[in-house]
């Protein structure tokens, strides 16, 4: 078997950095669904804005590694050579992870700073999602640029242009392009909202999904030997598709921002689409498998596909549909209908997906020490990544629909009937409902941890397995059809 | 210009399929090109007119603007009234009432509703409340917080002030001594100024129109 390149080394890394930062997502979780249940917990030492800050940050920055880091694993692959400009790739990567570390410690220890600019530059922005404060969006701008040119560059070096890796440029350009939307300050809420939705929504519901297009088309190619042409073609589907209802679905954001009414009409019919892409995604999934009967050498890997083709579009799709028209979304806005949405869909669409990547990393990986012999085919298999897969599966559904009826009961009470106000809200806060869904949701936070540790444990301890008799159409870690 | 929504909706589709079938021809539709013309275009197409969107949005949010006040709005008096026209509730300013006991300049204003804004993201509000419904949901919506009944309910008599903006700010000082349920506000060590500021913050957002959300704020279902 062929040696790593660089490249795949640092994407390692990256997942390395990545999974922890899950862990970390994980804990800050768990601290915010207990003080839901006990809002004394830890008051005055963690309070739920700041770990529900660290929470959603630790899943944006980590995703985004394992996005980086898939980048890092396929490229070279991809192109048969090594990633051109790979010294600067490594020491961005030695920058990201120490600018991450220097913006979670100012996080947990300094939490907030007098209303100046000072505290915009140094310690938040205070703009959910990306509240990193300014001196390290310069860095995440500076480390976005350094992949993008390794990407291009190596494009160039190797003087072709696959359909995956042309729809891979066009799209990381403009998802490191829109994050510039996200760093400027205005004392007009409207417009502040307004363009902060160009990062937020413009990254998880256009370019990321796009980019996991693309990661998805490779690991299909590798993981059942899909032709490229009928992954590519595929692929421009799913672009057509999501590109042209995700970029005009931006208006379901603007409905009640200080935006004109017109946005009522197209943001609730192009974001009404939305989930169409999402579906073409699974059929391509499912084709695909079918077409080679599930023979894959990586069943962890195939199985997070599946996840993640499911997900997406339960998550994603169904769930965004079921709040995103106006005269819904007048009520259930800002509820725990969202927090319902936003569980199932990153877990769906994105985290799944940078488990699936991670296997096949994995099972390249610990195919190194072994001499294949004739007549044998290895498949990475193992018990304990079932019991993740399930566990994990069970626990992220559980907490969805335990927040689901929180929101609807919000959506009922608070909105709909008491008319949203201070009193309003809390009475539907108090409401039995209400309450034992965080109860409910706590026990599946609970149990999605121990399903981490259960992944982390199979992750250090999955090996390939001999079988004979099987029939395995692909081999762990063997190139697939050329472009 | 006023945009209809369907007008964009039907013409960006359009365009979009137009395009596609024209830069195809010859090609089948079950090609890989037909397909990368599609993408393509729908990329181009979708961006020219969200940037074409966003040119017109301005007009509505630009301070000043026809849905975004100007920062002396804190100036007048401020309902949140049922539009028949509309069939949903809009923001309806009235004559001046002043904010903390006085009238503010354009220049006081603008700096007071910085220093608001700045502190509003300063202490992460957004990560447990809401604004114009977006944020966190472990407190209430703030939207429409300026005109909440509970400041004259509760509020005013509990902290003792009987000046509106007075018992906010007050409130907002020391909600972990004040507090309205068992869920408790943190200190956030706001200063008397960054208090007031987010007072004037508050009040401004109010006179935000904001197509009717949230539904009937601070007036119980009929």
Not at chain 1, 144 to 169: E, M, R, S
Not at chain 1, 171 to 193: C, E, H, K, R, W
Not at chain 1, 353 to 369: F, Q, T
Request: proline share 4%.
């Amino acid at each position: 078997m062929d040696k790593l390149y660089e490249s795949q080394k640092l994407a390692i890394w990256y997942f390395a950095v990545a999974i922890v930062l899950f862990g970390a997502q994980l804990l800050f979780g768990l601290v915010g669904a207990i003080q839901f249940v006990n809002p004394d917990f830890l008051f005055g030492v963690l309070d739920f804005s700041i770990g529900r800050m660290l929470h959603i940050n630790a899943l944006v920055v980590w995703l985004l590694l394992g996005f980086i880091g898939a980048i890092y694993w396929f490229l070279p692959k991809e192109f048969g050579r090594e990633v051109v400009g790979i010294k600067l790739g490594k020491l961005a990567f030695f920058i990201l992870v120490a600018a991450v570390t220097v913006v979670v410690l100012v996080y947990i220890f300094i939490q907030i700073g007098p209303g100046d600019w000072k505290t915009l530059w140094f310690i938040t922005e205070g703009r959910e999602y990306i509240e990193a404060p300014r001196w390290a969006d310069i860095g995440i701008v500076a480390v976005a640029l350094v992949v993008f040119y390794n990407v291009v560059a190596t494009a160039l070096a190797a003087k072709k242009i696959t359909g995956i890796t042309g729809v891979l440029i066009v799209d990381l350009g403009a998802l490191f392009g829109l994050y510039l939307a996200g760093m400027f300050y205005t004392p007009n809420i409207s417009v502040d909202q307004f363009y902060w939705w160009w990062v937020v929504h413009l990254w998880v519901e256009a370019t990321w999904e796009v980019l996991i297009g693309v990661l998805m088309a490779w690991s299909l190619m590798y993981l059942l030997g899909s032709s490229r042409k009928l992954v590519e073609t595929w692929l421009y589907v799913e672009v057509f598709l999501v590109f042209g209802t995700g970029i005009l679905g931006l208006g379901h954001h603007y409905f009640w921002i200080g935006t004109p009414e017109y946005w009522l009409g197209i943001g609730g019919f192009f974001s009404a689409l939305e989930p169409i892409p999402l579906v073409a995604m699974i059929i391509h999934a499912i084709y695909d498998a079918g077409m080679h009967k599930l023979r894959t050498a990586n069943r962890p890997a195939l199985f997070w596909v599946f996840a993640q083709a499911f997900g997406n579009f339960l998550g994603a799709g169904v769930w965004g549909f079921m709040q995103t028209l106006p005269q819904i979304n007048l009520y259930s806005h800002g509820t725990q209908m969202a927090a319902s949405h936003g569980h199932l869909a990153f877990f769906g669409a994105y985290v799944a997906a940078n488990l699936a990547v991670l296997y096949i990393i994995v099972g390249e990986l610990r195919m190194k020490g072994i001499t294949p012999q004739k007549g044998v085919k290895y498949v990475l298999d193992s018990k304990a990544w079932r019991y993740a897969y399930v566990g994990m599966i069970i626990s992220i559904i559980g907490m969805t629909a335990a927040l689901l009826v929180a929101g609807f009961e919000q959506t009922l009470q608070e909105r709909a009937i008491g008319g949203s106000t201070w009193q309003a809200y809390i009475d539907a806060q108090e409401h039995p409902w209400f309450k034992e869904a965080m109860l409910w949701r706590l026990g599946f936070g609970v149990l999605f941890f121990v399903s981490y540790i259960i992944l982390i444990y199979d992750l250090l301890t999955i090996k390939p397995k001999p079988v004979k008799e099987e029939e395995i159409e692909t081999e762990l870690g063997a190139v697939p059809e050329k472009a | 210009m006023k945009i209809g929504w369907l007008e964009v909706t039907v013409a960006s589709i359009f365009i979009v399929i137009f395009l596609t079938l024209i830069f195809s021809r010859g090609s089948n539709w079950l090609e890989p090109k037909f397909w990368r013309n599609a993408a393509i275009f729908s990329g181009v197409i979708m961006t020219i007119f969200l940037i074409f969107l966003t040119f017109d949005t301005h007009r509505y949010i630009n301070m000043g603007g026809i849905n975004v006040p100007e920062p002396d709005v804190i100036n007048n008096k401020i309902l949140y009234v049922y539009d028949d026209a509309k069939g949903y509730y809009v923001p309806k300013i009235e004559g001046q009432e002043g904010f903390f006991g006085k009238i503010w300049s354009k220049e006081e204003a603008s700096a007071l509703i910085d220093k608001g804004k700045k502190t509003i993201q300063s202490r992460n509000c957004m990560d447990c409340h809401t604004l114009l419904g977006n944020g966190a949901y472990y407190a209430p919506d703030l939207t429409k917080a300026w005109l909440d009944p509970k400041w004259e309910q509760l509020i005013m008599p509990v902290v003792g002030k009987s000046m509106k903006e007075e018992a906010m700010a007050t409130w907002l000082q020391n909600p972990d001594k004040y507090p309205t349920w068992t869920r408790k506000m943190p200190n956030l060590r706001l200063t008397p100024e960054e208090a007031k500021a987010v007072v004037a913050y508050l009040k401004y957002m109010s006179a935000i129109y904001t197509n009717g959300f949230p539904d009937h704020f601070g007036v119980a279902a009929k």
